[in-house]
């Protein structure tokens, strides 16, 4: 009996869902096409009728993460009612929750200390998925790309610290010393922008 129409695309989604989620929790080099699978519900053989090679896979669950990721943000920018939309970034990220959740996380702090070891068409689509975010950051809070950039790998360097150490006391204080300084970065360069436009 045929499968009904959309089958194999929902198929590769969970595959995708899967890897994306392992790949969260554990990095890339860890985790193997058959965990994968077996996560998706599914068996080893039939990954290769969805996907020509794991590095495929490991892009295109770099793009799913990364919408998801853009998708909790701009949550957190609509539920904030008083405080800057950029300060509720910059709250959600470094958050306990976020911390704690890695395998809904974003995929960036999981995925950047591999990248260098990684192939060029897995690094150039990590490049485009970093810029994404940079763009969402940038618009977010009317600052310059350079500043994003520097923006994002603070949010990233410190939620890594966060989850590296083994004492819950110091991890609350890394989290609260990126927010502060995050913040106060913030400041900085948008009353220089202020500045500039008088």
């Known amino acids: 009996m045929p499968y009904p129409a959309g089958h194999k695309l929902k198929v590769r989604g969970r595959i995708i869902e899967s890897a994306a989620k392992a790949f969260r929790s554990n990095g890339i080099r860890e985790i193997s096409v058959p965990a994968i ?22 892009c ?33 990220y470094l958050s306990a929750e976020h911390r704690d959740n890695t395998e809904l996380g974003c995929i960036l702090p999981a995925f950047t200390g591999e990248m ?18 940079v763009d969402f950051i940038c618009a977010t809070a009317s600052i310059e790309k350079s500043n994003g950039t520097a923006l994002l790998s603070l949010l990233i360097g410190t939620i890594l610290m966060a989850r590296s150490v083994n004492d819950p006391v110091q991890s609350d204080s890394i989290l609260d010393a990126g927010k502060s300084t995050a913040k106060e970065l913030l400041g900085a360069w948008q009353g220089s922008n202020s500045n500039r436009d008088s």
């Open 116 to 133: 260098p070891r990684l192939s060029d068409e897995v690094r150039k689509h990590f490049t485009d998925e970093v810029a994404r975010i």
């Open 37 to 58: 699978m077996k996560g998706a519900g599914l068996t080893h053989g039939g990954f290769y009728s969805h996907f020509d090679s794991k590095d495929q896979l490991v």
């Open 60 to 92: 295109e669950a770099c793009s799913y993460a990364v919408e998801d990721t853009l998708m909790l943000l701009r949550k957190a920018v609509d539920e904030e009612q008083h405080e800057s939309k950029i300060h509720a970034i910059i709250d959600y």
